[in-house]
């Protein structure tokens, strides 16, 4: 079946550096990806989509790169605060209307060194 | 406006007891989820609703049924608990083809 998956499952950056959180997917019917913040004991949390007939698009100190060439995604968070520390999550859809179910990965976990 | 509310928060059973894990959202949306997430793992679909009336099977339904009792609410039941349902299960609402938005989770525990 098709899968997501991340290139590391942790990452350790320190406090006002910028961090890069990687994700491939391998479904490339897939026209709608998302990425999703996890603090601890709390449910998933929207950070910021992009469709496929884009390859960036920026938000509030993030930046989500679509590379459809080579199935891969990337978040970029810029000057990281504490409060960044989280497990990060990317995934998946294909356009249906009515149906569209998310396909998760696994998740990185980003630490922010003081 | 609260979002998606999930209840109970924590639960213990012990296999064989049944249980219905309620979701409700109030942002109007057509299209309802529930996940299960176990440790270092990612979010599991176990079945979903696209509209009021209608349910589906996602990729772990085994061991599960779901009720969508109008379009607010949308339950979660187990039948007959065992061990390897030990999970925190997520529900989540989106209207079509839009980001999906989740409840704080149920954390459940089958001895």
């Known amino acids: 079946g098709e899968s997501v998956g991340l290139h590391l499952p942790t990452l350790s950056v320190q406090e006002g550096d910028n961090s890069i959180i990687n994700c491939a997917y391998s479904?490339?019917?897939?026209?709608?990806f998302i990425w999703y913040k996890q603090e601890s004991g709390k449910g998933p949390q929207f950070i910021i989509d992009?469709?496929?007939?884009?390859d960036k698009r920026q938000g509030q100190r993030v930046t989500v790169l679509l590379n459809k060439t080579v199935k891969h995604l990337s978040l970029q968070i810029a000057a990281t605060q504490p409060g960044d520390s989280a497990v990060y999550f990317c995934?998946?859809?294909?356009?249906?209307?009515?149906?569209?179910?998310?396909?998760f990965g696994t998740g990185t976990r980003l630490t922010i060194i003081p | 406006n609260a979002g998606v509310t999930q209840t109970p928060k924590f639960q213990v059973l012990k296999t064989g007891q049944s249980m219905t894990l309620q979701c409700a959202q109030d942002?109007?949306?057509?299209?309802m989820y529930w996940y299960r997430q176990d440790p270092g793992m990612g979010l599991r679909l176990i079945y979903y609703?696209?509209?009021?009336?209608?349910?589906d099977k996602g990729e772990v339904p085994n061991g599960y049924n779901v009720s969508r009792l109008n379009k607010r609410e949308f339950s979660l039941r187990l039948e007959s608990a065992a061990p390897s349902q030990t999970s925190v299960y997520f529900c989540?609402?989106?209207?079509?083809?839009?980001?999906?938005?989740f409840g704080p989770g149920t954390r459940l525990t089958v001895l």
């Open positions: 995934a998946e859809a294909v356009r249906n209307f009515g149906n569209e179910k998310l396909t």
């Open positions: 992009i469709r496929s007939n884009m």
């Open positions: 609703s696209a509209s009021e009336g209608t349910t």
């Open positions: 989540a609402s989106s209207e079509f083809y839009n980001e999906q938005f």
């Open positions: 942002m109007n949306h057509n299209s």
């Open positions: 479904n490339s019917a897939s026209d709608y």
